[in-house]
């Protein structure tokens, strides 16, 4: 149990230089028996992973490249509902202390104007005993300037300085973003996933589009209606049939 002088997790932000990732590192601490809570933030990553095994173009001073330790006491298939409440933490810790009009693309990225600002990264590790940890990477994109991102990126990316027009402090940021993260997970862990679906669907830009998704059985369109008990989002297809898309990758059209 935490102590009350060390109750928060903004408190314990370990911040290091360079590192290959940031996940590797919460990793070691995690199985080193790192509480909850336990995060690490780097100026530098050599290594950043996104999602689906692509490269995360982590620049040195530029931005929050953080990983944090969770042990939630939930079973393994409820694990991607905690992308949905980080992405709602991040949300609110950025319009709070940018005003930068950020909104949630499902699962759990957060655009501007439509493009990436920030990219969030669960991984999970299970043992014997089930789920033994998690590692919540957060990736966003602060004081990069255009120039900052190779040009594949420059029509697609966005950041805080970009979209705000002026630098945020990045570790002022970075604790309000655990914060933030504490009381969802806090919430979460209390009162289950409705109290942050509805959360989500508030900051989503997702809600009420036409979007499109690659599934194995084939390109499914529909308007986005909701998120389902299990942060499934609810796709309405031209024929009124609904569907709960689990994983994917959305095109807004
Ligand atoms: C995405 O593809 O959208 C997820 C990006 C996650 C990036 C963050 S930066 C901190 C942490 N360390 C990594 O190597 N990745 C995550």
């Given amino acids: ?4 002088r060390d109750s928060g997790w903004a408190e314990r932000l370990q911040r290091l230089n360079t590192v290959a990732s940031t996940q590797e590192e919460a990793k070691l601490l995690a199985e080193k028996g790192a509480p909850e809570g336990t995060a690490v933030m780097a100026e530098e990553q050599t290594g950043g992973r996104g999602t689906r095994g692509r490269k995360w173009h982590s620049p040195k001073g530029k931005g929050i490249w953080m990983s944090v330790v969770l042990r939630p006491a939930i079973p393994l298939q409820s694990t991607p509902q905690l992308t949905l409440l980080a992405g709602v933490a991040v949300c609110s810790a950025i319009r709070k202390m ?3 009009e950020a909104g949630i693309k499902w699962p759990n990225d957060l655009l501007a104007r ?4 920030c990219g969030i990264l669960l991984e999970s590790s299970f043992g014997p005993g089930g789920l033994q940890y ?4 957060i990736g966003i994109s602060a004081n990069l300037s255009e120039e900052d991102y190779p040009i594949e990126l420059r029509e697609i990316a966005t950041s ?3 979209e705000g027009g002026m630098p945020v ?6 604790k309000e973003v655990l914060r933030e993260l504490k009381y969802h997970y806090g919430l979460y ?8 679906a509805h959360l989500w669907e508030e900051q989503s830009v997702t809600l009420g589009r036409r979007i499109g998704l690659k599934t194995p059985q084939g390109w499914l369109e529909g308007t986005a209606i909701g998120l389902g008990e299990d942060g ?15 994983t994917g990758e959305i095109v807004l059209i």
């Avoid at 862990?189 to 942050?196: C, K, N, R, V, Y």
């Fill in 1 to 4: 149990a935490e102590s009350l």
């Fill in 98 to 100: 940018t005003g930068v």
């Fill in 114 to 117: 439509g493009r990436k600002l």
């Fill in 134 to 137: 998690c590692i919540a990477g």
């Fill in 160 to 162: 805080l300085l970009i």
């Fill in 169 to 174: 402090d990045r570790g002022e940021l970075a």
């Fill in 189 to 196: 862990m209390d009162q289950g996933l409705e109290p942050i």
């Fill in 232 to 246: 499934g989002l609810l796709l309405r297809e031209e024929n009124g049939t609904v569907t709960s898309v689990c």
